[in-house]
């Protein structure tokens, strides 16, 4: 089993940043690639960004490609995603999730692990 927390989340004005965190405790995080995923109202949990068990790969959803950066620290057992340049479209719940594959899944039915998400909302 892994356990995930996340955090950071927030009320932003568009055009502003904020830092997600996901602290993992359980089963040895290195041994997991890590994404990010976020879920509106009223809309599918949607991919945002994955990163493989070193941090050496990483793949990102074309809606925050080049605003949004997916990083990890395994020595201190966290998954991070750095947002900039939040637009009101970015407001949802983030979830980090992780699998163990060594493939970098984008799908959500492919994550074993989740974490309750957190809310970021950005206003216009």
């Known amino acids: 089993q892994v356990q995930l927390v996340e955090s950071g989340g927030g009320l932003v004005q568009a055009g502003g940043s904020l830092r997600l965190s996901c602290a993992a405790s359980?089963?040895?995080?290195?041994?997991?690639?890590m994404g990010w995923f976020r879920q509106a109202p009223g809309k599918e949990r949607e991919f945002v960004a994955v990163?493989?068990?070193?941090?050496?790969?990483?793949y990102y959803a074309d809606a925050v490609k080049g605003r949004f950066t997916i990083s990890r620290d395994n020595a201190k057992n966290t998954l991070y995603l750095q947002m900039n340049s939040l637009k009101p479209e970015d407001t949802a719940v983030y979830y980090c999730?992780?699998?163990?594959?060594?493939?970098?899944?984008?799908?959500?039915?492919?994550?074993?692990?989740w974490g309750r998400g957190t809310q970021v909302t950005v206003s216009s």
């Open positions: 999730a992780a699998h163990s594959s060594t493939i970098l899944f984008i799908a959500a039915r492919r994550y074993d692990y």
């Open positions: 990163t493989s068990w070193s941090g050496g790969s990483t």
């Open positions: 359980g089963r040895t995080f290195s041994n997991y690639n």
